[in-house]
């Protein structure tokens, strides 16, 4: 590889590294090209991607970004699991780990802040970001919904009461 086209791919990763929410690291020794390919598919159905590159281009790519501290995590065969929502890759490089003890999880960073791998594990049973803004806006819309319901009741009533007096005098 020429230097150029280094400096090329480090740029693209360091921007990668500024726009992403977490990085997870894992150790794949061992791990066939097949089992690769099922990962890096299960990563990109949840928005996140899975590299493997050379330990020394990653880490001066990760220079001047927020996950400058896991630079001393890069040792031996390295995957760099990225994601902007802080939960999605952690959530399946966990639950890979778990049904293949080949991928282990090294650790990771987040908003500036390393990981070890009980808080990548930590992480991952967080609910994702979708969820939780499906749950507040299930607990903002609740009330709203009882209040139309208990506005509409009376005037229901009213109306029950004035039809039930038509059909009085109409008999």
């Known amino acids: 590889m020429l230097r150029a086209e280094k400096a090329e791919l480090i740029e693209d990763m360091s921007s990668v590294f500024r726009s992403s929410g977490v990085v997870v690291l894992t150790h794949y020794k061992g791990m066939t090209v097949a089992e690769m390919g099922d990962l890096r598919g299960q990563m990109r159905k949840v928005g996140a991607s899975l590299w493997v590159t050379k330990n020394l281009l990653a880490k001066r790519a990760l220079e001047g970004t927020a996950f400058e501290p896991m630079i001393d995590l890069f040792k031996g065969p390295t995957a760099i699991a990225v994601s902007a929502d802080p939960t ?3 959530k399946v490089i966990v639950a890979y780990a778990r049904r293949n003890e080949k991928l282990q999880i090294i650790g990771g960073g987040l908003g500036g802040a390393l990981l070890d791998q009980a808080a990548v594990r930590a992480l991952a049973e967080l609910p994702s970001l979708d969820e ?33 007096w038509a059909d009085k005098e109409a008999a």
Do not use: D
Request: aromatic content about 0%.
């Open 132 to 164: 939780l803004r499906a749950r507040l806006l299930s607990v903002i819309n609740t009330p709203a919904s009882r209040l139309v319901g208990l506005m509409q009741a009376p005037g229901g009533q009213l109306a029950r009461v004035l039809k039930a």
């Open 88 to 90: 999605a890759a952690p």
